[in-house]
């Protein structure tokens, strides 16, 4: 599913360079759940960024489904987000403005999908995350719980392949963020692959394999199951 | 998608309330202006344009080379029948005379005194004016015929059918109603209440018959319609000579002519060395260029906030970057904002405008209409929006949707360096339209006091001028012997210009010490009664004035003092020139300089004579009396020597400030704009001083904790735009003086700018800006500072 050979990511200002990865690879299989371990400024929310195509490395190479996209232009790469990839992030970043429904509903407009059609995938999510009751509140109304499910359910709504979750519950209590890895799991047990960044050994444990990186490599694997 | 949109645009609306009333307050009012200025340059624009085949319509105009070349729409009358006869691809051709004199008409006990035009018989098959009875081919084919108004003739006739009808005209001739016109509209260069065949002129009056003949005579103004399918330029080559071909005696100044198509007249009205250059059109373009830059200075507050608020949307931005958004999806997302924007500040213009155009049209005497039921205006006002929205829009949408996603997400907002610099060249951009337009503001109020205030050589006060006519000129002496017996009056006199207008000139031909070569001096000619200088208060110089028995002065004349001067006379009473078709004529005085025209231009060289015709009676009210009270007792003495007209009056004061019309209108528009102009910018500051501090915060509470006082903070936050305004000011000082001095060189009589008005303009605008600025710093300075960080 994802294979990155030799990734290189350094960030410069003015007067520093700062090497984010250095010549990192991975392998992800198609179902496969990963959690991703280690220190603060290790390179894990930049390697989940790439893996993203949010961001692009200097240097490597990126393998999707068995395609390099390490070249690809900015529209190809967002056509790639909305087609496999969803976003689940510590901060949730939901856009206040909009209502549950309407933050969940985005991705199906970018993806052109019909109304009626829509109308039924975003109800069945908001379902399975539980959270149709407060579909007509805005972000702000709701507890951080609340609102991370809400993001899941927006990550979820395309079905994408690959779900990327940065500290999905880094913002949470521990019974929010219990429901959330539930969640999480439950999405992972229908096929989806997960690639989770995470500082909690306890919500690394809901995952397959435990990557540890140290300064922008990987250091250490760990098959849980 | 687009619903998607306008959601976040609605609600961000709302939540930024005050950002966002900014924002329209300022789009509406840039729009507004930029709308009324369009809705008047339309106007204008349509001026004659709304009379059938228009585009073939043309005035005869006459060029002729004395000191340099002067174009006039005098003509002679003999080039009439040339024009209708001899000259393949015209069609029609009919003389007029000047126009504008008022004439009475009697019908019955109703006595009305309006301005009517003479015409030849195809004048209404050029000017197609809508007929509503009668014919239009042959209501102007007898003499004795009048055409009237539909609003002349409901005065006169009321319901009555007045074709047919008699109508005692200047209480001497009837004549018949042989038709019904529609008044022409305000647009219309022409104007007129009535019109009378030229035949009936030529009949009636002396001159005209003299003129039909005489080449010199140039009192009349020919107009033309071109056959289809010809072109001015097939006409041009065969009429451009046409008078030195004829008369001899237009050689000797190169008389040469042209004709200005009808379109033209309104805004061209200025030639030099023979041909337009421009005139009204001046003012459409300045007013022009004010409308759009009030609109960019609109356009600049939307393009700032935004750029300022960017942190605001660039959450926003990041998430929808990273479910699938392309940039070109954000692009069209916030100019979809900005059109939204722009439509309701449309709406709220559309309103000011339509509140606005009823002090505009009195200020202008216009009748500007909103064409609600056009189709081409809705068309136009949407290419407007859409337009408006493009400029207000464009770089927000460019800059947000550029943010890179991970950053953004991340809470790191790059490029905000170049934000800023953006920022602080457009509120320059903004500010130097702003100061150059309080500095015009300035410069054309200075130029009008300079001018209103200029010494205009006689006394105006309680000095009243009425039409001449042929029953005042039958009873002139019982008149004046009667208005001077009644007290009311303390002087009178008659006169062929009135005091504030010079109807006629001619040419001082020799004078002692002519230089050989030399060519003639063109000079305004007075006719005046001997009791002219006493009545105006004019100060005779040297020599004498007039006597009162006219046989004794036939051949005297006096000069002014500009004529003298012109003349480069030593010692000019007792000598003779030769002026008027060559008549030897002896200077018995110099009177001083009198503004009797134009109060912009130096005073006319003029010649005072006794003899010729006259047109206006003038006369100055006694000291003692109440005018309202000498005005009703006046009247029942006009009225038994002048019985065919109604007792109309001027006072000369009155008629003088008229001849600031335009430059008072000027001055009025260009004070509103600016203030305008100054108000949306301070919209702008205002707004962005309050984001800068609000974005600042945090850095004001650590100052405040390590000892800043209010007034620091105030500084720190001030002095930034501060720096701004300094700057604007600089670059508005060198705009505003190319403009202003091109203004100015129309007037002969004019202001030199001086350092002080770039001084106080800037001081102004410098001050305005503080104020704005400071509503917002002097409140972040004051707040605790705990305040600050605990909500950070």
Redesign the interface.
């Given at each position: 599913m994802i294979s990155i050979h030799n990734i290189a990511k350094r960030y410069r200002t003015d007067e520093v360079e700062t090497t984010a990865l250095n010549g990192l690879s991975l392998e992800v299989k198609p179902g496969e759940f990963v959690a991703i371990m280690g220190p603060s400024g290790c390179g894990k929310s930049t390697l989940l960024n790439i893996l993203g195509l949010l961001d692009e490395a200097d240097g490597g190479q990126f393998l999707l489904d068995g395609i390099d996209v390490s070249r690809y232009n900015e529209n190809r790469r967002a056509e790639l987000r909305m087609e496999k990839i969803g976003f689940v992030f510590q901060n949730f970043n939901l856009i206040d403005e909009l209502t549950v429904y309407e933050n969940v509903e985005l991705p199906l407009l970018y993806n052109g999908i019909k109304a009626g059609e829509r109308k039924k995938r975003v109800e069945y999510v908001l379902d399975k995350v539980q959270i149709m009751h407060r579909r007509n509140h805005y972000p702000t109304q709701l507890s951080g719980g609340q609102q991370q499910r809400v993001a899941v359910a927006r990550a979820v709504i395309n079905q994408p392949a690959i779900i990327l979750a940065d500290e999905p519950t880094g913002n949470l209590d521990s019974q929010n963020g219990n429901e959330v890895m539930q969640l999480l799991t439950e999405l992972n047990e229908s096929g989806t692959t997960i690639v989770m960044v995470t500082h909690s050994e306890h919500d690394a444990r809901f995952s397959h394999r435990i990557v540890r990186m140290l300064d922008g490599q990987t250091v250490a694997e760990s098959v849980l199951v | 998608?687009i619903k998607?949109y306008l959601?976040?645009a609605l609600?961000?609306l709302a939540?930024h309330r005050s950002s966002s009333l900014i924002n329209i307050l300022g789009l509406s009012v840039g729009m507004a202006v930029a709308l009324l200025i369009g809705l008047w340059i339309n106007y204008e624009y349509a001026y004659d344009r709304f009379l059938p085949d228009y585009d073939r319509v043309y005035r005869l105009k006459r060029h002729y080379t004395l000191d340099r070349v002067y174009t006039s729409n005098a003509i002679s009358l003999p080039l009439v029948d040339l024009f209708k006869n001899d000259i393949p691809g015209i069609q029609y051709a009919a003389e007029a005379d000047w126009g504008g004199s008022a004439h009475s008409l009697v019908v019955g006990d109703k006595k009305l005194y309006l301005e009517g035009t003479f015409v030849g018989a195809d004048f209404l098959k050029i000017f197609q004016f809508p007929v509503i009875r009668g014919n239009a081919e042959t209501a102007l084919s007898s003499p004795n015929t009048i055409i009237l108004t539909a609003s002349t003739a409901e005065a006169l006739f009321g319901e009555v059918n007045p074709v047919g009808q008699s109508i005692r005209f200047d209480n001497q001739q009837l004549l018949t109603v042989s038709g019904i016109v529609e008044d022409p509209p305000a647009n219309s260069t022409l104007q007129f209440h009535y019109l009378i065949p030229f035949t009936f002129m030529a009949q009636n009056m002396d001159y005209v018959r003299q003129a039909c003949t005489d080449w010199g005579m140039n009192g009349f103004t020919l107009f033309v319609r071109l056959a289809p399918q010809i072109s001015y330029e097939e006409i041009a080559p065969k009429i451009e000579n046409l008078l030195t071909q004829n008369s001899p005696k237009t050689r000797d100044t190169k008389q040469k002519l042209s004709m200005q198509a009808m379109q033209n007249w309104h805004l061209y009205g200025k030639y030099e060395n023979g041909k337009a250059v421009g005139g009204y059109i001046e003012y459409i373009r300045i007013f022009g260029l004010i409308g759009f830059l009030v609109l960019l200075i609109a356009c600049i507050n939307f393009i700032n906030l935004a750029t300022a608020r960017s942190s605001h949307r660039a959450?926003?931005v990041?998430?929808?970057?990273?479910?699938?958004?392309?940039?070109k999806?954000l692009i069209f997302q916030f100019l979809t904002e900005s059109f939204f924007l722009t439509s309701c500040s449309f709406g709220i213009a559309l309103l000011m405008v339509y509140l606005a155009l009823i002090p505009f049209n009195s200020l202008l005497g216009s009748q500007i209409t909103m064409p609600f039921r056009s189709p081409s205006f809705w068309l136009i006002m949407v290419a407007y929006i859409s337009i408006t929205a493009l400029i207000a829009g464009s770089r927000p949408a460019f800059y947000l949707s550029s943010f890179n996603?991970?950053q953004v997400?991340?809470g790191a907002l790059r490029g905000e360096r170049s934000a800023v610099m953006g920022r602080k060249i457009l509120i320059v951009l903004q500010f130097s339209c702003s100061v150059a337009l309080i500095i015009s503001t300035f410069v054309i109020y200075r130029q009008l006091q300079h001018v209103k205030d200029r010494p205009t050589g006689y006394d105006q006060n309680r000095l009243i001028m009425s039409d001449w006519s042929e029953d005042i000129s039958r009873n002139y002496q019982a008149l004046s012997d009667e208005l001077l017996k009644s007290g009311l009056i303390e002087s009178v006199a008659r006169s062929s210009s009135s005091a504030t207008n010079i109807t006629f000139f001619s040419n001082i031909d020799d004078w002692a010490g002519k230089q050989p070569g030399s060519l003639s001096l063109e000079v305004a000619a007075i006719t005046i009664s001997s009791s002219y200088f006493e009545t105006l208060g004019m100060q005779i110089k040297s020599g004498r004035n007039f006597r009162d028995q006219l046989e004794s002065d036939a051949n005297s004349i006096i000069l002014n003092e500009a004529a003298v001067e012109k003349l480069n006379l030593k010692e000019p009473v007792g000598q003779t020139i030769t002026w008027f078709e060559n008549q030897p004529a002896t200077i018995v005085g110099v009177v001083e300089n009198a503004i009797l025209g134009s109060p912009f231009r130096p005073v006319e060289p003029t010649v005072f004579t006794p003899k010729g015709f006259y047109a206006s009676i003038l006369y100055r009210l006694a000291p003692q009396v109440k005018t309202q009270e000498a005005l009703t007792q006046l009247a029942p003495i006009f009225e038994r020597y002048n019985p065919s007209y109604p007792f109309e009056y001027e006072f000369v004061d009155q008629a003088y400030a008229q001849k600031f019309q335009l430059e008072v209108i000027i001055s009025k528009l260009s004070g509103l704009f600016a203030a305008l102009a100054i108000f949306v910018s301070c919209l702008g500051l205002f707004g962005l001083a309050a984001y800068l501090a609000e974005q600042r915060r945090k850095e004001i509470g650590i100052r405040k904790i390590l000892g800043a006082s209010a007034a620091q903070i105030w500084v720190l936050l001030s002095r930034d735009f501060l720096l701004l305004v300094l700057i604007s000011c600089l670059a508005a000082i060198p705009i505003a003086v190319y403009f202003l001095e091109n203004w100015l060189e129309q007037y002969n009589y004019r202001i030199t700018m001086s350092p002080w008005i770039f001084l106080i303009a800037s001081t102004l605008a410098i001050l305005i800006a503080v104020i704005t600025v400071s509503l917002q710093t002097i409140r972040a300075g004051k707040t605790p500072p705990v305040k600050s960080l605990r909500t950070d």
């Open positions: - | 998608m998607n959601k976040i609600r961000g939540k959450k926003e990041g998430v929808r970057k990273a479910i699938g958004s392309k940039r999806h996603a991970v997400l991340k």
